[in-house]
C-alpha cells in the first residue's frame, strides 16, 4: 500500500524502530541543524526525527513539529517508495522497456495487465476542497514567519525552505515541472527562489519573462513521500514529476487546483505556498548558502516570489532537511536516483554495468562506473557517452572498471583503479558545463573534466605486458574454513 502522507510516512518509520521523537525545546534557527548534522554523521545515517518543541525566531513555541532526516537511510529510502529494495524499482522499469508486442492473440492479452498497471499513473484532480487546504491563510493573515522555516548555518542568508516540491508549467506546451529547488524566505510574504540556469523551473520563469506575464509558482511542504523523491529526481523536462511519483507509488497522486493561481497542487501537502513572481521586478540577493558541497555557494540575484496564499492540513508536519559536509540525508535521496535511472542509463549506454556517486563525491563531482568491455577504447567510449546523458554532463571525474569490480564499495572501487592505471595513458580531460555550485570551475557553470580508464588494458591499446590476475582464495578452502567458523570462536 502505497503512503499517501508525511504522517504516515513519519508512523511507518516509528514502526521499524527508526523515529526519534524529541520533545525538548530546540530552536528553528541552526539548533535543528547541529542536532540534525550530528545524527546524519552516525551509523548507517542516523533516525529519523521528530522535534515536537520547536521555537521560532521571535522566541515563541511553533505550531507545528518539524521532521528531518526522513530519507536518511537505506531502509527508509526504501519503505518511502513502498520496496524492500531500490533496485526493485529499477526492475520494474527494466520489464517495462525491454517490453515487446508478442504473437499469438493469448500472449498479447497476457500484456493487457502491465498495460492497464501504466494506465493507472497519471494524476488526478480532484475536485472540493482537499486536506492540503483544511487551513487558509490569505491576505493579511499571511506570515511566513509563523512556519518553523529553519536557518541552516550560521553564514546563510536567512531561514531556507530545503525540501520544496517547486511546481511551474511550461508556458508554451503546457507541461508541468515539480523540481526542488532551495527557497529562502524574505519577508512576511515574499521568498527568493533559487533556480539555477540547468534547471526546468528556471527556462520556464525565462520563458514568462520574455513574455512579460507574470509566472505563477506553487510551493508544497511534504506530500506524499513518492512525490518528495521524484521532485529532486532529474527527469527529462517532457515528463510530469506527479506521473513519476504514480509510477513509484502504483497509485496515482492526488491533486487539487490551487486556490490563488493556475496550477494543481499534491491534494495531501502538509503545507503549500502559492505565490506569482512579476518579471518586471528587479531580482533579489538570495544566499549566500551552506551547500551540499561543504562549503557555501555565494550569493546571487535570483527572482522574487508573492505569496498569495498559505493553506496546510489540520493538523500538519513541517517536513525539511539539511545539506552541507557529507554524508548527509541527500545522500541517500541521491542514491535512489542511481538505483532507479540505472536501467534507462543502460538503454543508451547498454555496456554499462554499474554506476554509482559515492557520498564524499557530492554526486557530481566522482563517478564510478563498472563496463562489460568488448573492445579497446570503450572505456572512453563511455564517458563521452555518459557526459552526454542530462546531468551526467555536470559530472567532474569519471572513473571506468572492468565488470567484475563492486564499485557500490568505494574502497574496492578505488583499489583497482589505482593498481590499473597509469596515469598519463589512462587519463583524459575534455571541456563542458559544470554544476552551478562548483566554485573551483575556472568560469561560472564552465570548466574542465577528467575521465579515468582503469579496465584492463588490451594490446591495442598499446600494453604488451603479462596483466597479472587478481589474488583469490579457492572455493574448496574457502568451503572448509566456512564449514569451521563457528567453532574458531572468531565469530564475535
Known amino acids: 500500500m502505497s503512503i499517501d502522507t508525511i504522517s504516515e510516512l513519519i508512523a511507518r518509520i516509528d514502526a521499524i524502530g527508526e523515529l526519534e521523537r524529541i520533545a525538548h525545546p530546540v530552536r528553528a534557527e541552526l539548533e535543528i541543524c547541529e542536532i540534525a548534522d550530528r545524527v546524519m554523521k552516525s551509523a548507517n545515517g542516523g533516525p529519523a526525527l521528530l522535534f515536537e518543541h520547536v521555537?521560532?525566531?521571535?522566541?515563541?513555541?511553533?505550531?507545528?513539529?518539524?521532521?528531518?532526516?526522513?530519507?536518511?537511510?537505506?531502509?527508509?529510502?526504501?519503505?518511502?517508495?513502498?520496496?524492500?529494495?531500490?533496485?526493485?524499482?529499477?526492475?520494474?522499469?527494466?520489464?517495462?522497456?525491454?517490453?515487446?508486442?508478442?504473437?499469438?492473440?493469448?500472449?498479447?492479452?497476457?500484456?493487457?495487465?502491465?498495460?492497464?498497471?501504466?494506465?493507472?499513473?497519471?494524476?488526478?484532480?480532484?475536485?472540493?476542497?482537499?486536506?492540503?487546504?483544511?487551513?487558509?491563510?490569505?491576505?493579511?493573515?499571511?506570515?511566513?514567519?509563523?512556519?518553523?522555516?529553519?536557518?541552516?548555518?550560521?553564514?546563510?542568508?536567512?531561514?531556507?525552505?530545503?525540501?520544496?516540491?517547486?511546481?511551474?508549467?511550461?508556458?508554451?506546451?503546457?507541461?508541468?515541472?515539480?523540481?526542488?529547488?532551495?527557497?529562502?524566505?524574505?519577508?512576511?510574504?515574499?521568498?527568493?527562489?533559487?533556480?539555477?540556469?540547468?534547471?526546468?523551473?528556471?527556462?520556464?520563469?525565462?520563458?514568462?519573462?520574455?513574455?512579460?506575464?507574470?509566472?505563477?509558482?506553487?510551493?508544497?511542504?511534504?506530500?506524499?513521500?513518492?512525490?518528495?523523491?521524484?521532485?529532486?529526481?532529474?527527469?527529462?523536462?517532457?515528463?510530469?514529476?506527479?506521473?513519476?511519483?504514480?509510477?513509484?507509488?502504483?497509485?496515482?497522486?492526488?491533486?487539487?487546483?490551487?486556490?490563488t493561481c493556475d496550477l494543481e497542487v499534491p491534494a495531501d501537502a502538509e503545507f503549500v505556498i502559492e505565490g506569482y513572481i512579476d518579471p518586471s521586478e528587479s531580482l533579489v540577493t538570495e544566499g549566500p548558502f551552506g551547500d551540499h558541497t561543504g562549503f557555501y555557494s555565494l550569493a546571487d540575484l535570483y527572482p522574487l516570489v508573492h505569496v498569495t496564499a498559505i493553506t496546510m492540513r489540520e493538523h500538519p508536519v513541517y517536513a525539511t532537511t539539511i545539506v552541507g559536509r557529507p554524508p548527509m540525508e541527500d545522500f541517500y535521496l541521491g542514491h535512489a536516483t542511481e538505483r532507479i535511472f540505472l536501467p534507462l542509463l543502460k538503454l543508451t549506454v547498454p555496456e554499462i554495468v554499474d554506476y554509482h556517486?559515492?557520498?564524499?563525491?557530492?554526486?557530481?563531482?566522482?563517478?564510478?562506473?563498472?563496463?562489460?568491455?568488448?573492445?579497446?577504447?570503450?572505456?572512453?567510449?563511455?564517458?563521452?557517452?555518459?557526459?552526454?546523458?542530462?546531468?551526467?554532463?555536470?559530472?567532474?571525474?569519471?572513473?571506468?572498471?572492468?565488470?567484475?569490480?563492486?564499485?557500490?564499495?568505494?574502497?574496492?572501487?578505488?583499489?583497482?583503479?589505482?593498481?590499473?592505471?597509469?596515469p598519463e595513458r589512462d587519463t583524459r580531460f575534455t571541456m563542458g558545463p559544470m554544476d552551478v555550485l562548483d566554485h573551483s570551475s575556472r568560469a561560472f557553470t564552465y570548466g574542465s573534466k577528467m575521465g579515468i580508464d582503469a579496465t584492463k588494458k588490451w594490446p591495442e591499446e598499446g600494453f604488451t605486458r603479462e596483466w597479472p590476475a587478481v589474488i583469490e582464495m579457492d572455493a574448496a578452502t574457502k568451503a572448509r574454513v566456512d564449514a569451521m567458523w563457528p567453532e574458531l570462536g572468531l565469530s564475535r
Open 55 to 259: 521555537i521560532l525566531r521571535d522566541g515563541s513555541r511553533s505550531a507545528y513539529p518539524v521532521a528531518i532526516n526522513l530519507f536518511g537511510s537505506m531502509k527508509r529510502m526504501a519503505l518511502s517508495l513502498g520496496v524492500a529494495d531500490l533496485d526493485d524499482i529499477g526492475a520494474r522499469i527494466t520489464e517495462l522497456v525491454q517490453m515487446k508486442v508478442p504473437d499469438g492473440l493469448m500472449r498479447k492479452l497476457s500484456m493487457l495487465p502491465k498495460l492497464l498497471e501504466i494506465g493507472k499513473f497519471p494524476p488526478r484532480v480532484k475536485g472540493g476542497a482537499a486536506p492540503s487546504q483544511a487551513v487558509v491563510w490569505k491576505g493579511a493573515d499571511i506570515d511566513l514567519s509563523k512556519l518553523p522555516i529553519i536557518t541552516c548555518w550560521p553564514g546563510d542568508g536567512g531561514p531556507y525552505i530545503t525540501l520544496p516540491m517547486v511546481i511551474s508549467r511550461d508556458p508554451s506546451r503546457g507541461i508541468r515541472n515539480v523540481g526542488m529547488y532551495r527557497v529562502q524566505q524574505m519577508g512576511r510574504d515574499t521568498l527568493a527562489m533559487h533556480w539555477q540556469r540547468h534547471k526546468v523551473g528556471a527556462a520556464h520563469w525565462r520563458e514568462m519573462a520574455e513574455r512579460g506575464e507574470k509566472m505563477p509558482v506553487c510551493i508544497a511542504v511534504g506530500a506524499d513521500p513518492a512525490s518528495v523523491y521524484s521532485a529532486s529526481a532529474p527527469l527529462p523536462p517532457t515528463i510530469d514529476e506527479f506521473l513519476f511519483a504514480g509510477f513509484l507509488r502504483k497509485e496515482p497522486v492526488r491533486l487539487v487546483n490551487a486556490l
Open 357 to 422: 556517486m559515492p557520498a564524499e563525491g557530492i554526486f557530481h563531482n566522482l563517478v564510478f562506473v563498472s563496463i562489460d568491455k568488448q573492445y579497446p577504447g570503450q572505456a572512453y567510449k563511455v564517458m563521452n557517452a555518459m557526459w552526454g546523458q542530462g546531468l551526467m554532463s555536470l559530472a567532474k571525474v569519471l572513473v571506468i572498471v572492468d565488470k567484475w569490480v563492486n564499485v557500490r564499495d568505494t574502497r574496492e572501487a578505488w583499489w583497482v583503479a589505482l593498481n590499473n592505471i597509469d
